[in-house]
């Protein structure tokens, strides 16, 4: 039982109204009242309009385009309730932006994902509550508690109720060799088969060969990625399954949808069927695509927001 007697607040900034609304929904919570706006040069300005002294507040905001001001507006968000006296301040980012860049892969390269989670907890971040990061070392990257949803369950689910009780006529395919420990767990949780997609270029600015490793022929193929920006590894991927491979049907699950640059005329010329998403990133009207599938992350945030309120363990819910 929780005896701190505090209240809880959930706040938004302007990336994941959706989303926000419906974790404070799933809670009974109205949200937060705040305002963002901008300055005539752009610089960003955020009025907090009632009191969070005392109050456990959760900022809900994806990292998403445009990056840079989401990103801003989160930090002043976390600075203004700091210094409001807020007794916690969790920042809950569906979509954690810069997580692409975790490493340096060649010389002079910075580490964008660890000056994010710098500026993050220097602002005043107490926790951070995030959904598929690009790569679970980023946890490390924080000085405060980090906990990490998988999108995979609730994309399994739904895969699930396609498949039925026919599990023997699909198989999970990764796209790529750094997807395979995803795929693998994902064939796991709904009892499919598992191939990979192998590429290779042979020399410079020659056509990259494809090769698939295990039987695709005849099944309907399940490609699984942490996100689709501008698919060009997807579309590859479900072509040549298709044409290499002897796959019947093609379907993706990814739970971010960055979808920059040609996606969306890569997905509707290519061989998938259906592309099954979450809303961590809301997709505008102008993408959405009959193609497309989203399923909301709400219910999920908000669980988890009440078992990090009410001091619950995460495990027994997802791990």
Partial sequence: ??????????????????????????????????????FSDGEISVSLQESVRGSDCFIVQSTCAPVNDNLMEMLIMIDAMKRASAASITVVMPY???????????????ISAKLCADLITC????????????????????????DHLQG?????????????????????????????????NFASKIGTGLAIIDKRRPKANVCEVMNIIGDAKGKKVILVDDMIDTAGTLCNAANAIVEKG???EVYACATHAV??????????????????????????????I??????????TFAEAIERIYNDKPFTAAFG
């Avoid at 395919?173 to 795929?183: E, I, N, Q, W, Y």
């Avoid at 009959?290 to 219910?299: G, M, S, Y």
């Fill in 246 to 248: 002897g796959a019947t």
């Fill in 152 to 184: 995979a369950a609730l994309l399994a689910n739904h895969m699930r109720e396609r498949i039925g009780g026919n599990p023997d006529d699909y198989i999970v395919v990764s796209p790529d060799l750094g997807s395979v420990t995803r795929s693998r």
């Fill in 290 to 299: 009959d193609k497309f599938t989203i399923l909301p992350v709400a219910p």
């Fill in 123 to 146: 602002a005043g971040a107490d926790r951070v509550l995030t959904m598929d990061l690009h790569a679970n070392q980023i946890q490390g990257f924080f000085n405060i508690p980090v």
């Fill in 1 to 38: 039982m929780n005896f701190h007697g505090k209240d809880i607040k959930i706040f938004t900034g302007s990336s994941n109204l959706d989303v926000a609304q419906g974790i404070a929904g799933c809670l009974g919570l109205p949200l937060g009242k705040s305002e963002c706006t901008q």
């Fill in 259 to 288: 979808l920059s640059g040609p996606a969306i005329e890569r997905i509707k010329n290519s061989a998938l069927k259906e592309v099954v998403l979450l809303d961590t990133i809301p997709v505008p009207q102008e993408k959405m």
């Fill in 96 to 110: 954690f932006g810069y997580a692409r860049q975790d490493r340096k892969a060649k010389a002079r390269d910075p």
